[in-house]
């Protein structure tokens, strides 16, 4: 089978190269492919008479980097096939670390791969730095920059950034996490006769950059102080309230103590949400957020599950949810997303509901009860055709409401009453109105109106047991004018 020898050309200047390969290089009569000629060595060698063909003309051609290495693998792979000779294949540095191209060549299985020789630079990056590994560090691809991967706790360095527009997106990934007078370092030809080091704080990072092939970040570790917006941080928070020297009120709580303070936390991030208040939205949410947490600390405290199971689940059901985003199905509107997510729950309980109405929570507020159970009754069929039908219903109900009160039976008024009701959450249903919502909106309108009217009167020296209902109801109207 036909070979490709692939050779690292070291970090830094020819003084690093082993003997060896020196040698090797030397006495190589073809041109010698190299992903860039941009590196000390291949400049050198070329002084003494070693040929290159490298493939810098493709940076220029292709937009995206992974298009680069993905034609300079073809490239190789094909002259390759046709050469008598194995082919020869220089990188920097040692060709196992960051050197995107050669584990694109490691994947296939047309061409032998041997690789030879290449000092890493992390031993010249951790002595110019002079930090111990042990503690701790992460190597990340400027090429291909994610806030999610980053462990800002430990030593960050971040190679492959080979412009202003890479180190710009670096800048701005890193700026979500950190303040813009972090000071980080721009590490140049590590280890090499021109080993520089210079301290930038991060907002200038573009702007002060020398590029070169041997440029590396490194971001020292981030404090505590500076990483109270992460999960990991909260996680940590709820952990020693709950932990030995912890709050004692949060040590003696349980699943069912929180109960009604966790429905009341949802409560308060409805009206934030109908307040259209960003700033009371975030607070809302963490405080939800936060009896997440507890919950789940309370859980791995006992020994049943921990934050992760519960990350796991919702995670695992997202994505069988939803397979016309994950998978090949396809849902092309909310109706069909919808019927799919009902069909996809069915199989995910393992065995078909008793009924139709199985599933709704037996402690939802009853008038969002209501308008789930003719849901679920309605997309089997179990609904009127046209919405005129149900407003007959309704008027129905009412005629029945006042004929119970014409009789005085307090338990028929009641039952008929929630019929009315009941029709009323229907009937929401056919406009995608929520009912609890509709009313929720009523009842901020009564009293936005009545402490109007409160507030008029105290104007005056006035109070509800002193004026009659015409003067009350004139403030009402003035309120209603005023769209309060």
């Not at 493709?58 to 980097?65: T, V």
């Not at 299985?109 to 010249?124: N, P, R, T």
Request: aromatic residues 8%; contains cysteine; hydrophobic residues 35%.
């Amino acid at each position: 089978m036909k070979q490709i020898e692939v050779i690292g050309l070291g970090a830094g200047d020819l003084e690093q190269l082993p003997l060896g390969i020196y040698r090797k290089l030397k006495q190589i009569k073809q041109p010698i492919y190299a992903r860039t000629s941009d590196h000390p060595v291949v400049q050198e060698l070329e002084a003494e008479g070693v040929s290159f063909t490298s493939f810098d003309h493709l940076y220029e051609e292709e937009a995206q980097f992974e298009k680069v290495y993905e034609r300079i693998t073809e490239k190789l792979i094909g002259t390759a096939k046709t050469s008598d000779e194995p082919l020869v294949y220089a990188v920097p540095g040692h060709p196992m670390l960051a050197e995107k191209t050669v584990q694109l060549l490691l994947e296939q299985q047309e061409v032998d791969i041997s690789i030879a020789g290449g000092q890493s630079y992390l031993d010249d990056l951790f002595t110019a730095m002079q930090i111990d590994p042990i503690e701790g560090f992460q190597f990340v691809d400027g090429t291909d920059f994610q806030r999610s991967q980053l462990q800002l706790q430990q030593h960050l360095f971040v190679c492959q950034v080979y412009d202003a527009f890479i180190a710009s997106e670096v800048k701005l990934t890193l700026l979500e996490d950190l303040p813009p007078d972090y000071d980080i370092y721009i590490v140049d030809a590590a280890g090499s006769s021109a080993e520089k080091i210079k301290k930038i704080p991060l907002e200038e990072l573009d702007h002060r950059m020398e590029i070169s092939n041997l440029t590396t970040l490194y971001i020292p570790p981030v404090p505590e102080k500076n990483l109270h917006h992460t999960f990991p941080f909260l996680r940590e928070v709820m952990a020693v309230l709950r932990g030995p020297d912890g709050c004692p009120w949060d040590k003696k709580q349980t699943h069912e103590s929180l109960r009604y303070h966790t429905i009341e936390e949802v409560y308060e991030l409805i009206e934030a949400i109908d307040e259209e208040d960003d700033d009371h939205i975030v607070e809302e949410l963490g405080d939800l957020l936060m009896h997440v947490l507890l919950h789940s600390q309370i859980g791995e405290d006992n020994g049943y599950f921990t934050i992760d199971d519960v990350i796991q689940s919702i995670s695992d059901k997202m994505i069988y949810r939803h397979p016309h985003v994950f998978q090949s199905a396809v849902a092309d509107t909310e109706e069909a997303v919808l019927e799919n997510w009902e069909e996809l729950k069915k199989q995910e309980k393992g065995k078909d509901r008793e009924s139709v109405l199985d599933g709704v929570p037996t402690y939802l507020p009853a008038l969002t009860k209501a308008y789930k159970l003719t849901s679920k009754a309605g997309r089997v069929g179990f609904e009127w055709e046209h919405v005129g039908e149900v407003w007959d219903k309704l008027k129905e109900e009412i005629e029945e409401v006042i004929e119970a009160v014409q009789e005085k039976d307090k338990t028929d008024v009641e039952e008929e009453l929630g019929d009315v009701l009941f029709v009323l959450a229907n009937i929401s249903r056919y406009y995608k109105v929520h009912p609890e919502v509709a009313l929720e909106r009523a009842n901020r309108k009564f009293s936005s109106r009545f402490q109007y009217i409160e507030k008029k009167l105290l104007e005056n020296n006035q109070t509800p047991q002193t004026v009659s209902l015409q003067e009350m109801d004139a403030y009402w109207e003035e309120a209603k004018k005023a769209k309060l």
